[in-house]
């Protein structure tokens, strides 16, 4: 896990920019990656994270945006950071302004990307935990601004189950990250597998799910291997829903089991 310090490169983080827009704040953080060598060309680039901005929202609550995709113009895999002087309009799951760009450079070439879309995995993951969104907030330099996204805090009932979303980058682990801290302050035991651009992970043994007294899927996409769960309690929920409410679909899960 310590890996994913490779990814936080300061040159592609920029606090303080004035971006009145989504289109000025990705620019502005698309002409930092390609000074920074990540990217070849900027607006092919831009181009290919708009078609990604076209398939569903990328605002995921608390005011931050993680806008991302494949492209053949990425030449290093990298994340962008932008803390913004003030909130813009962007499609959100909980319609308010966003103040944190998070901007995903990923290579179409998954094979030769294989390592660092597991780093973006791991980085994508940081953002579900709600002590590590709330410092990154108050960065006030690049330098604690990867601190608090390299620092990660890390059960009644057993819960596993499977997180994968239509890109299988990002929404899938911010949707584990979410219910995984959830289930925890409720002392849950939980095992999430993750099933995104680079495979399957973590997967579930044997023990975990005869021992499971729910599965829980937080899926935007048919997913494989659910031979496994017969006979078990299933509940399906969109990652947009884990994302945003985990505590209340955590809570919705008890009620339902303790009927």
């Known amino acids: 896990?310590?890996?994913?310090?490779?990814?936080?490169?300061?040159?592609?983080?920029?606090?303080?920019?004035?971006?009145?827009?989504?289109k000025e704040a990705i620019t502005e953080l698309s002409k930092k990656l390609k000074e920074a060598n990540y990217i070849d060309d900027i607006d092919a680039f831009i181009e290919d994270i708009y078609i990604r901005e076209s398939e569903g929202i990328t605002g995921i609550g608390d005011g931050i945006a993680i806008p991302h995709g494949k492209s053949s113009y990425v030449s290093s895999v990298g994340v962008a950071i932008g803390?913004?002087?003030?909130?813009?309009?962007?499609?959100?799951?909980?319609?308010?302004?966003?103040?944190?760009?998070?901007?995903?450079?990923?290579?179409?070439?998954?094979?030769?990307?294989?390592?660092?879309?597991?780093?973006?995995?791991?980085?994508?993951?940081?953002?579900?935990?709600?002590?590590?969104?709330?410092?990154?907030?108050?960065?006030?330099?690049?330098?604690?601004?990867?601190?608090?996204?390299?620092?990660?805090?890390?059960?009644?009932?057993?819960?596993?189950?499977?997180?994968?979303?239509?890109?299988?980058?990002?929404?899938?682990?911010?949707a584990k990250e979410k219910v995984v801290n959830a289930a925890k302050k409720l002392g849950d035991t939980i095992h999430m597998e993750t099933q995104g651009t680079i495979g399957v992970e973590d997967e579930l043994t044997k023990k975990e799910i005869e021992e499971a007294d729910v599965v829980l899927l937080t899926v935007d996409v048919k997913v494989s291997g659910m031979d496994r769960f017969k006979g078990k309690k299933l509940i399906k929920v969109p990652t947009d829903t884990a994302i945003q409410s985990p505590n209340k679909l955590l809570e919705k899960i008890h009620e339902a089991i303790n009927k």
């Not at 890996?3 to 004035?18: F, T």
């Open 1 to 22: 896990m310590n890996e994913i310090v490779n990814v936080l490169d300061p040159k592609i983080i920029e606090l303080n920019i004035d971006a009145k827009n989504k």
């Open 83 to 174: 803390i913004l002087k003030n909130g813009i309009e962007w499609e959100s799951l909980d319609d308010e302004p966003v103040k944190i760009v998070i901007l995903f450079a990923v290579s179409d070439d998954n094979k030769a990307a294989r390592n660092q879309l597991k780093l973006l995995s791991l980085f994508a993951g940081r953002l579900g935990n709600n002590e590590v969104v709330k410092k990154l907030k108050m960065a006030k330099n690049k330098r604690r601004c990867n601190k608090f996204i390299y620092r990660r805090k890390c059960s009644v009932m057993k819960i596993v189950g499977i997180s994968a979303c239509s890109a299988g980058i990002a929404h899938t682990y911010i």
